[in-house]
């Protein structure tokens, strides 16, 4: 199934993530190769953006381990980005388009030292790549939710990351805004970056990604779409029978 | 202005500096009910630090101070994560609490020290010039002074040094949390930060005035302000002109200083919230009225692009059509007059150039939804401002 070739770019093993005591994630193993577009899917309360913040630790794990490249999640935060949910931000700060996409550059900065031109310079081209430089002194609530969602994008852009993790992106956004963002995605893919994304249409899944993984609680299954992706597959993770709508 | 009187202003300027800035913080992490508990839960840890050290200028005084501060926060938080009571509920629970056992303990201990209930909460600004830091027969100024002012100065420092630390923990502590900023770390900073200086300004401006210096000039600040440096130095700026003014009105009045210092921090920011541009209650409700005109007009101009039977134009079946009263009706032709959309030709309403292009545009924004077509159009259309 796998090309045993090819490095991975997030190993999870046996995690098993709970809140207050009771666990949400059971026993998830998981092997991202380097260099695929892939989709979580499941349905609302799976798990899928707590594992991801438990690959990031935002959340602590009560067992199992996250390798990326080799090594713990401590030593490779410069090696990763993440654009969270949409509602877990506070869209009233006192903050703009670019403010928050310079952010994405304090991680390469460390404690103390302040952004300067540079970083502000790359925060300005993230903001031109996603379309979004003539919003960029807009106060954050005063844009739609397919721009702010942007400016998360440009953001992780700006971190410069190899493994890109993506809670719902394309949630509340319209169509013009969802093709903008697939297509730095597969972007960044031809890079050979790893972009992990949260993913709710299950009719784009296989336009959109190459690899996927099925989570409820449990992992259900993960690997290539062509070879996965089906109605097996999506009976186990949905609950319902599913009649495939889906076209390959 | 004698220079106890400067002294006295120039110590409440600096104790409103050295609020504002974790109280900006504390705002927003729509944490300000916390500034209240560290402001009461101090006591406690000021009694304690009394018995050990036996000595009411101590500086261990303050820290043991501030440390109870902290400790509130910690029980605060560990109260809220049983999942029990909510944060409110778990701050009424404890501060109540902690100041209680600082009441106690003096009661019972130390009755024959000055620590009287009554200056801890309202503070005696009046005499902060009568104890003065004495070196051999040097004055160098009054104790409160010095107390605040190394506060403030460290405080500044830590604001330069960890500014994009806090603003990036405050704003989004997923990323903070991604990219190595402990947010612990910063959290448990604010709030020694917010605890030390509680401490330091209490003794002179007491615990209500500390509290509204930390909350009211930042809240007034963030409605204001899109920059969060911005608000910081408003934050200040409010502070200070709260403490000046609030000092002369309770010397006018012959009032309490920190009680007129209050009053005149409330009244500030109910002037902002009534005048603010954008986030002001006037300017919102303008921006209502405006839309709904705006609307209207839009309608209006709808209709007669639709229409071009002269009976559907007619002046007097406007009325009828959009089922509009007469007044509306009137003020939305009117409009429509003044910017050259509309021409009235015997009682025959006709679209102009400029009015049938405005339409158009208007038409195409409503239809594609897109927001960047908008852009465009804001700027030669009065419609779509703001
Ligand atoms: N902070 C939290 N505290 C307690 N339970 C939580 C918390 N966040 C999520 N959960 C629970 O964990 C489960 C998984 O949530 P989540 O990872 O957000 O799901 P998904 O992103 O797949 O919709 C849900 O049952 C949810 O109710
Ligand atoms: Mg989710």
Redesign the interface.
């Given at each position: 199934m796998k090309n045993p070739n090819q490095k991975l770019a997030v190993a999870v093993d046996d995690l098993t993530v709970a809140y207050?005591y009771k666990p949400v994630l059971w026993d998830i193993d998981l092997a991202i190769p380097e260099g695929v577009l892939m989709a979580i899917v499941g349905p609302n309360g799976a798990g899928k953006s707590t594992l991801i913040?438990a690959i990031?630790?935002?959340l602590d794990p009560i067992a199992g381990s996250v390798q990326i490249y080799g090594k713990p999640y401590?030593k490779q935060?410069k090696l990763?980005a993440?654009v969270?949910q949409k509602g877990?931000?506070?869209w009233d700060?006192?903050?703009?388009a670019v403010d928050?996409v310079t952010?994405g550059t304090?991680?390469s900065?460390?404690?103390?030292k302040?952004?300067g031109r540079k970083e502000k310079k790359a925060a300005l081209e993230a903001l031109e790549k996603v379309g979004m430089l003539?919003f960029k002194d807009r106060?954050i609530s005063q844009l739609?939710g397919?721009?702010q969602q942007r400016v998360f994008l440009a953001?992780a852009l700006v971190q410069d990351a190899s493994i890109y993790f993506m809670d719902e992106p394309f949630q509340g956004v319209?169509a013009?805004t969802e093709i903008a963002i697939i297509n730095i995605l597969k972007e960044l893919r031809k890079k050979g970056k790893t972009v992990i994304v949260v993913h709710h249409d299950l009719q784009t899944v296989p336009e959109y990604f190459d690899w996927v993984t099925f989570l409820n609680v449990k992992k259900i299954a993960t690997g290539p779409v062509k070879d996965i992706f089906n109605d097996d597959n999506l009976t186990k993770t949905y609950g319902i029978n599913y009649k495939v709508s889906v076209q390959k | 202005m004698s220079s106890a009187q400067i002294e006295i202003q120039l110590i409440a300027s600096l104790v409103a500096i050295a609020c504002a800035i974790p109280g900006t913080f504390l705002v927003?992490r729509k944490m300000a009910l916390i500034s209240d508990a560290i402001s009461h839960s101090i006591l406690p840890g000021l009694v304690l630090g009394f018995f050990i050290t036996q000595d009411l200028s101590s500086p261990w005084l303050i820290v043991m101070a501030a440390l109870s501060g902290v400790v509130t926060v910690i029980l605060v938080e560990y109260i809220q994560k049983t999942?029990l009571v909510k944060e409110d509920t778990a701050i009424g629970l404890v501060f109540p609490t902690m100041f209680s056992i600082g009441v106690i303990l003096i009661a019972k201990n130390a009755n024959d020290v000055h620590l009287d209930i009554d200056v801890v909460l309202l503070g005696e600004l009046a005499f902060t010039p009568f104890d003065r830091m004495m070196v051999g027969d040097v004055d160098l100024g009054p104790k409160s002074l010095w107390v605040i002012g190394i506060i403030l100065s460290s405080t500044i420092g830590l604001l330069i040094?960890?500014?994009?630390?806090l603003?990036?923990s405050?704003?989004?502590k997923?990323?903070a949390?991604?990219?190595?900023?402990s947010p612990a770390i910063i959290h448990y900073g604010l709030m020694s930060v917010a605890s030390v200086t509680t401490v330091g300004a209490f003794d002179a401006v007491g615990a209500i005035l500390v509290v509204a210096l930390m909350i009211a000039p930042a809240a007034t600040a963030?409605l204001l302000?899109?920059?969060?440096k911005?608000?910081l130095g408003l934050a200040m700026i409010f502070g200070v002109f709260s403490a000046i003014v609030g000092y002369w009105l309770a010397h006018y009045l012959d009032a309490s200083i920190s009680g007129s210092m209050t009053t005149i921090l409330g009244l500030l920011f109910l002037l902002v919230y009534l005048i603010a541009p954008g986030k002001g209650l006037i300017a919102v409700l303008y921006r209502n009225k405006q839309q709904r005109i705006e609307v209207s007009l839009l309608t209006f101009l709808l209709h007669l692009n639709n229409h071009s039977e002269i009976e559907e134009r007619h002046i007097n079946h406007l009325n009828e059509h959009i089922n509009w009263r007469k007044v509306r009706a009137k003020f939305v032709v009117d409009l429509a007059l003044k910017n050259n959309m509309v021409t009235i030709d015997e009682d025959i309403i006709s679209l102009t150039e400029k009015g049938r292009i405005f339409t158009e545009k208007a038409i195409n924004y409503i239809i594609s939804?897109?927001?960047?077509e908008i852009?465009a159009i804001k700027e030669d259309f009065f419609l779509f401002r703001g």
């Open positions: 207050n913040k990031l630790g935002i401590d935060r990763v993440y969270p877990s931000v506070d700060f006192p903050t703009t928050v952010m304090y991680g900065l460390g404690w103390i302040r952004p003539a106060q739609s397919g721009q953001r319209d013009t | 927003l999942n040094a960890f500014f994009k630390e603003k990036i405050t704003f989004d997923g990323l949390t991604t990219l190595g900023f963030y302000t899109t920059d969060l911005k608000m939804n897109d927001p960047t852009e």
